[in-house]
């Protein structure tokens, strides 16, 4: 899995579990990606940097000392808990 694909997985798991956060199952599959991140892509440190309308920046350390910022679209983001809400709902 690359990083790319492992941060946004982490990042929507990371959104739905602070919607829902009695969601177990949710909870595990975000300390999965948490060690795909940190075993995998060596990185000792991830975190959402900052939010705007249409943007959810995430900053990363790798273990050598290097950081760096992206960005995912927001909506995509988002559409996972959308999903799961509406699942639920029905």
Do not use: C
């Not at 829902?20 to 949710?26: F, N, S, T, W």
């Not at 000792?44 to 940097?49: D, F, G, L, Q, T």
């Not at 249409?54 to 960005?71: E, F, L």
């Not at 959308?82 to 699942?87: A, E």
């Amino acid at each position: 899995m690359s990083l790319m694909d492992a941060l946004f997985y982490w990042l929507q798991m990371k959104w739905v579990s602070s919607a829902h956060p009695d969601d177990g199952a949710a909870r595990e599959t975000l300390l999965f990606f948490a060690q795909i991140l940190s075993e995998d892509h060596e990185l000792v440190s991830y975190e959402v940097s900052s939010i705007d309308a249409g943007k959810v920046h995430v900053t990363y350390a790798k273990t050598d000392g290097s950081t760096r910022t992206v960005w995912f679209d927001r909506e995509a983001v988002e559409q996972l808990n959308r999903d799961m809400f509406n699942d639920q709902k029905e």
